[in-house]
């Protein structure tokens, strides 16, 4: 008799393969009789994500990655190898849960087909899990499972089929801007008519605001109301939503709809995100984490972990909003291997469309598809319009942006893979630049923190005595003509903001040097670094208590690092040895082996220091803002423009710190010093005014002393509104990716070497091809829902 692999053409089972969860055969009552009788755990065992990826397969071996978003975004590349005999089943596999029984398998083909067996133990006695692959047509593999021997009470073969959607390498977002009001119908159409559009326009995804089932009136007696936002807030089965899917499954569309859900009655609702497939299935459903201000007194926060959605579009990440004007939605979801943001805003502030949205993609290396809404009828109360700006961004940071004043849709191609790159315009690795290890306070408890005393509005009087301000010193100069020159010069900027009565001074990185002589001779720098230490010494006034910050190159012990000081009147107070390398130090310096430390110098407060394009990694900045700091000194570099005006406003406005940012002459980014302020929410500020950070800049390319007075109360009052603390709103027990070893991350690269078109996968079946719904809703996994949870239908 024939072996099932001559039978067939084998190069048929490569390609992208995805678990169906609206086809299986007798799966419950084999998962039951396997002693799985709850019918949650049944439901998400039916529902949960798997996609095989097989890259090769011939008679002797088949290499696959298996991907299990569920399981923290896992993902793993393995090889099976079909000799009959036993092999160890991947470990990660079986950490995942996503395997049982032996650590051991055994592929081989037979005439039925791929046969895998394994062992595992029912009811105290041993059997064998045997399942069989086999292709039932060019778009459709199916997996029978029998459990051998064969007792009383075995239910029979269970089947699983997978259907075959291969990866776009290339596909287009639409991203659409419009007003919702309170006709929840009216807004369906609407909502549905951009749909339709972005289908007409080649889309393969679209992408919309926040709430686009309605505004939110939910105020009585001119109060807001939670149980008014939860009666008029949606349920995964009402009108609203399966309006919307039923569009995306006629149109053979992805839509990631902002839409307000209901939760457990009579007063909880949640602002979330609803991705839908295709064929018109729920995929999943995202619930928003940091709320902004006032929707902590109408809305719950979301406390699921971070999800990752595997698809044919690459993987997915979903976040709302304010989600995104603090940095760990955006980083956790990167480092789960996130290659596509989905942002749905409703957002009233020019900070979104000019910081926050491409930033966290420059940052994380990611694309990001953002919808906000635009406009605002009213005539009288809050008159501030939603500013619209809706944007495709790619990795670094190139934009389609559309109108700030008017309905509107962009509409853009993403190239997904290009996310792995992690290239930038600071290194040529931003995730292996990062120092994980360094990263703990990130998920420290909230009251186990320095800041814990910062919470909230500052306080009358502060926890850490000191002056009511710091008068500081942007001290902007590089290299002239000579190294007797620019030494000259900089003592008399010294000089000068002494006599001006600053307090503090700060000179930007390796100010002393011309361009690349560091890179050159770095020997010979960190010899040139020994004596205009001993000169900056030398010349710090004694007299009048002026500290200055600056960076050369330090030798110790045969070793060179890139050095950040701090001297004042009584000489060295502090050093910080730069902990993130960029692609131009990595090849004579030696990373620093901890963070600046923040330091409490009674005449500046608590003070801390970081250098260069360490303001692009938002965990420097966001650690010493957890350990308490107020002022962040700051030599630098600008790479680019978009350094000053996103990255170090972003790192003063997220974490509100002062962050006195001093740059070179020459600098790349061809934009001045920049000090950008904590500032004080005490009410009645203009929206922009509450999260976009006053600063106060040099002229580029101008040698001048541009002095700023930072009050230190600002720095204590962590609050960006009434309700929304920046800080204390944070979820740390949900960070732990974030200190994950690089090499351990669920990211493709790290995965395989492996790129879609490096095998065959050519077939371009839909998902609704079998036109079955699936049985089980289970939207928010692990959760188990709570009874009467308006989000399971």
């Known amino acids: ?292 201000d006032y929707e902590y007194t109408l809305f719950e926060p979301g406390e699921e972990p971070f999800q990752v959605f595997d698809t044919e579009l690459g993987r997915l990440g979903l976040f709302l909003c304010a989600d995104g004007i603090v940095p760990e939605a955006a980083r956790m979801m990167c480092l789960m291997g996130t290659q596509v943001f989905l942002n749905s805003l409703n957002s009233r502030g020019p900070d979104e469309m000019r910081m926050h949205i491409p930033l966290r993609s420059m940052e994380n290396g990611v694309w990001h598809v953002a919808s906000n809404c635009v406009g605002n009828p009213n005539t009288v109360g809050l008159l501030w319009p939603w500013t619209g700006g809706s944007q495709i961004v790619d990795p670094m940071g190139n934009r389609i942006t559309a109108s700030e004043e008017h309905d509107d849709m962009i509409v853009g191609e993403v190239r997904p893979f290009e996310s792995e790159l992690k290239k930038s315009s600071w290194t040529d690795d931003l995730i292996a630049q990062r120092r994980p290890e360094l990263y703990g306070a990130m998920c420290k408890g909230l009251n186990d923190l320095p800041c814990a005393t910062m919470y909230g509005p500052a306080p009358e009087v502060l926890p850490y005595p000191g002056p009511e301000s710091v008068k500081v010193a942007m001290m902007q100069l590089s290299r002239v003509h000579t190294r007797e020159c620019t030494e000259w010069m900089s003592t008399r900027q010294v000089a000068y903001a002494a006599k001006r009565g600053a307090k503090l001074g700060v000179l930007p990185q390796l100010w002393c040097f011309a361009r690349g002589e560091v890179e050159q001779d770095p020997q010979a720098a960190a010899d040139y670094s020994e004596t205009v230490l001993k000169i900056m010494l030398d010349a710090a006034p004694k007299g009048n208590g002026l500290f200055v910050c600056f960076s050369l190159v330090e030798r110790d012990g045969g070793k060179l690092y890139h050095t950040a000081y701090l001297i004042g009147p009584s000489g060295l107070v502090a050093k910080y040895r730069k902990a993130h390398l960029n692609s131009t130090e990595r090849p004579w310096a030696t990373p620093g082996a901890e963070f600046s430390q923040v330091h409490y110098v009674p005449e500046l407060g608590r003070v801390a220091m970081m250098l260069g394009d360490e303001v692009w990694i938002p965990e ?161 996994p692990p959760q188990r829902p709570t009874a009467n949870d308006g989000n399971t239908s």
Request: negative net charge; contains cysteine; glycine residues 8%.
């Open 1 to 292: 008799m024939s072996m099932y692999c001559d039978t067939v053409d084998l190069s048929l089972f490569q390609g992208r393969w995805v678990r169906s969860d609206t086809k299986a055969d007798n799966v419950e009552e084999y998962m039951k009789w396997l002693g799985m009788s709850d019918e949650f755990e049944t439901a998400q065992e039916t529902n949960e994500p798997q996609v095989q990826i097989i890259t090769s397969f011939d008679k002797e071996n088949m290499t696959l990655v298996h991907q299990l978003p569920w399981r923290s975004g896992q993902q793993i590349e393995y090889t099976c190898h079909f000799d009959g005999k036993n092999h160890p089943i991947p470990q990660e596999l079986i950490k995942s849960g996503a395997v049982s029984g032996s650590a051991e398998w055994m592929h081989k083909f037979d005439e039925d087909g791929l046969v895998s067996e394994q062992k595992l133990t029912i009811n105290g006695k041993s059997h064998t899990l045997r399942s069989c692959r086999t292709l039932e047509s060019q778009n459709e593999t199916k997996i029978t499972y029998v459990c051998l021997p064969v007792v009383d009470g075995f239910p029979g073969p269970a089947v699983r089929y997978f259907n075959r959607i291969p990866f776009k390498g290339k596909w287009t977002a639409a991203a659409a801007q419009f007003f919702s009001g309170m006709d929840v119908a009216e807004n369906l159409r609407t909502t549905v008519g951009w749909m339709r559009k972005a289908k007409e326009a080649g889309a393969d995804l679209i992408v919309t605001p926040e709430n686009s089932n309605r505004d939110r009136q939910y105020f009585v007696d001119g109060k807001p109301c939670k149980k008014k936002a939860y009666e008029m807030s949606e349920a995964l089965d009402g009108d609203y939503v399966m309006g919307c899917q039923a569009t995306a499954k006629e149109l053979g569309i992805w839509a990631c709809i902002g839409v307000d859900i209901k939760g457990q009655p009579p007063d909880t609702a949640y602002i979330a995100q609803v991705l839908i497939r295709p064929d018109g299935e729920i995929e999943g459903v995202n619930k928003k984490h940091v709320l902004w």
């Open 620 to 780: 420097v900045s966001r650690i010493l803002a957890l350990e308490g700091v107020e002022i962040i000194m700051h030599p630098t570099d600008w790479d680019r423009v978009e350094a000053a005006e996103m990255a170090a406003t972003e790192r003063a406005s997220e974490n509100k710190i002062h962050l006195v940012s001093v740059t070179r002459l020459d600098c790349p980014g061809k934009i001045g010093s920049q000090t950008t302020l904590a500032g004080e929410f005490i009410g009645d500020e203009p929206i922009p005014l509450m999260r976009f950070n006053t600063g106060v800049w040099c002229r580029y390319n101008v040698e001048e002393q541009v002095l700023v007075d930072l009050k230190r109360r600002e720095p204590h009052c962590k609050m960006m509104g009434f309700h929304l603390d920046v800080l204390k709103k944070r979820f740390p027990h949900l960070y732990g990716v974030c200190v994950q070893p690089t090499g351990d991350l669920y990211t493709w690269r790290n995965t395989t070497k492996t790129r879609p078109g490096d095998y065959k996968d050519e077939h371009l079946p839909i998902r609704s091809s079998f036109s079955t719904k699936r049985k089980h809703d289970v939207y928010f």
